[in-house]
């Protein structure tokens, strides 16, 4: 793609073959000067809980889609939130922040991360969802920014006297 800068575009016209000298704009010969920019295009494609089953303050797997579509690269910050339902904003419980993370121009990736899941987020069915956002260039496309997961997770609280965490599970034998 052309890189982002001032160009100018427009005809020179050849007085002696133009029918009508009066449009003859001498000072830039009919050119225009204007700026492109190209911009960016986070794309938050897909993300799937691998862990179906969880319990705060343990290891949580999940799968994420992305990409930047856009023909400038960026800067962003992608954010990982749980909610009751599958439209993901702000102000759903965050889960994890990567932060200005670097987003190569018409580029796609996946990654499986585990983190630990908070003990604060409440007990019950979750969907996932992330959020992406730049950091330094324009968005071409803010819409397609916020990804829920198609399916849930369950959070759930061991009782205090759980002391059997790392236990051996007799039932899978």
């Known amino acids: 793609g052309l890189p982002s800068g001032t160009y100018w575009i427009g005809a020179r016209l050849d007085s002696s073959t133009d029918n009508s000298s009066g449009n003859n704009e001498t ?12 911009v960016s295009d986070l794309d938050a494609i897909s993300i799937t809980p691998f862990t179906t089953d969880a319990f705060g303050g343990e290891d949580f797997e999940y799968h994420v889609e992305f990409a ?6 960026t800067y ?21 922040s990567y932060p200005s993370g670097y ?5 796609g990736q996946e990654s499986t991360p ?24 324009t968005d071409g496309n803010p819409d397609n920014n916020t990804v829920a997961s198609a399916t849930t997770f369950t959070k759930s609280s ?7 965490a790392d236990a051996i599970r007799l039932d899978c034998f």
């Open 158 to 164: 061991r009782p205090s006297n759980d002391d059997c």
């Open 76 to 96: 962003g910050d992608i954010e990982i939130r749980a909610s009751y339902n599958q439209i993901i904003s702000s102000i759903d419980p965050l889960l994890v």
């Open 114 to 137: 585990i983190i630990t899941l908070p003990d604060s987020l409440a007990d019950g069915e979750w969907y996932l969802g992330m959020i992406m956002t730049t950091t330094n260039t």
């Open 27 to 38: 000072s830039g010969w009919d050119a225009f000067e204007i700026y492109v920019q190209q």
């Open 68 to 73: 930047n579509n856009g023909a400038q690269w």
């Open 103 to 107: 987003f190569q121009s018409l580029y």
